[in-house]
């Protein structure tokens, strides 16, 4: 099954499969979408009372214009930078589910009104490697008097259980296209230029009474060339065993480490799956 690596970025991959079915290559798709696991804040302990401002002296209500419940979620949704040979599941870790550096990262958010609470002021308690990615998030904003002090708690996991693990974003498969141009009778030049100009992403030109494709790859499989050609001169084919795999991360994982994970987690199924149809007598 040979993979063609198109465009590599750190949060985004695009590469074509070839020689896989559909069922194959959408296994893939799915793995990355439920199955690639990282880290994500899951309880937050909200401080409850006054909060008193040690320099100024002022007191503080602790409370925000959001239910707590809502300003949790929010944390949960936060990226953190996760390093699976670093971090593991609880179920999975020595400490048996304790708790402890190899399963969960402590975080702590004390803001003090007027102010917008963003993703940066969740600092961690320890290695400042772990830092919230995208600092300029908003959470909530706090009025005058208002105060969030909290202590959040992130754990490995991944989107089976909830959406907040979901590391891989606008994971799409399609086959690969094919565009067959041929000219047919009564299909003047007239129709031809209209073809060309239908294509929303201009891969199509007409040039000397002839027309061409450019870079079949990017096709849609939108139709509207084949709609605006009523002679039938151009038609879409799809690929059955070449097919285009793309996504992008949250950046909790880089692109290549998510799809590294999903291949050796899928050779890991089939080799048990292998295992277990040998052993039925």
Same mark, same amino acid.
């Given at each position: 099954?040979?993979?063609?690596?198109?465009?590599?970025?750190?949060?985004?991959?695009?590469?074509?499969?070839?020689?896989?079915?559909?069922?194959?290559?959408?296994?893939?798709?799915?793995?990355?979408?439920?199955?690639?696991?990282?880290?994500?804040?899951?309880?937050?302990?909200?401080?409850?009372?006054?909060?008193?401002?040690?320099?100024?002296?002022?007191?503080?209500?602790?409370?925000?214009?959001?239910?707590?419940?809502?300003?949790?979620?929010?944390?949960?949704?936060?990226?953190?930078?996760?390093?699976?040979?670093?971090?593991?599941?609880?179920s999975e870790c020595t400490c048996g589910?304790?708790?402890?550096?190899?399963?969960?990262?402590?975080?702590?958010?004390?803001?003090?009104?007027?102010?917008?609470?963003?993703?940066?002021?969740?600092?961690?308690?320890?290695?400042?490697?772990?830092?919230?990615?995208?600092?300029?998030?908003?959470?909530?904003?706090?009025?005058?008097?208002?105060?969030?002090?909290?202590?959040?708690?992130?754990?490995?996991? &991944?989107?089976?259980?909830?959406?907040?693990?979901?590391?891989?974003?606008?994971?799409?498969?399609?086959?690969?296209?094919?565009?067959?141009?041929?000219?047919?009778?009564?299909? &003047?030049?007239?129709?031809?230029?209209?073809?060309a100009a239908s294509c929303p992403v201009?891969?199509?030109?007409?040039?000397?009474?002839?027309?061409?494709?450019?870079?079949?790859?990017?096709?849609?499989?939108?139709?509207?060339?084949?709609?605006?050609?009523?002679?039938?001169?151009?038609?879409?084919?799809?690929?059955?065993?070449?097919?285009?795999?793309?996504?992008?991360?949250?950046?909790?994982?880089?692109?290549?480490?998510?799809?590294?994970?999903?291949?050796?987690?899928?050779?890991?199924?089939?080799?048990?799956?292998?295992?277990?149809?040998?052993?039925?007598?």
């Open positions: 099954m040979p993979v063609v690596l198109g465009d590599l970025k750190p949060r985004s991959v695009s590469l074509e499969v070839e020689g896989a079915t559909a069922s194959q290559v959408n296994a893939i798709r799915r793995t990355l979408l439920s199955d690639v696991p990282k880290l994500a804040i899951e309880d937050v302990e909200f401080h409850l009372g006054p909060i008193r401002d040690e320099a100024t002296g002022k007191d503080y209500d602790s409370s925000t214009s959001m239910f707590d419940e809502a300003v949790a979620l929010r944390l949960g949704l936060l990226p953190i930078p996760t390093d699976l040979s670093q971090f593991r599941r609880k589910g304790a708790g402890c550096p190899n399963c969960q990262v402590m975080y702590s958010v004390d803001k003090k009104g007027p102010c917008t609470v963003y993703a940066k002021d969740v600092v961690p308690l320890g290695d400042a490697g772990l830092a919230i990615l995208e600092p300029d998030v908003p959470i909530v904003r706090l009025g005058a008097r208002q105060a969030l002090l909290a202590y959040a708690t992130a754990i490995v996991g &991944s989107a089976r259980d909830h959406a907040k693990w979901q590391v891989a974003h606008g994971v799409g498969m399609f086959p690969r296209p094919h565009v067959r141009i041929a000219r047919k009778e009564g299909c &003047s030049d007239a129709c031809l230029k209209r073809t201009n891969i199509l030109e007409f040039a000397g009474g002839k027309l061409t494709c450019t870079d079949e790859t990017k096709c849609i499989y939108c139709g509207a060339c084949e709609a605006s050609d009523e002679h039938g001169s151009i038609r879409i084919e799809p690929d059955d065993e070449k097919f285009f795999l793309k996504f992008e991360t949250d950046g909790s994982l880089s692109a290549r480490e998510a799809l590294r994970y999903t291949l050796k987690q899928l050779k890991g199924r089939f080799e048990d799956l292998r295992e277990s149809i040998q052993a039925i007598p």
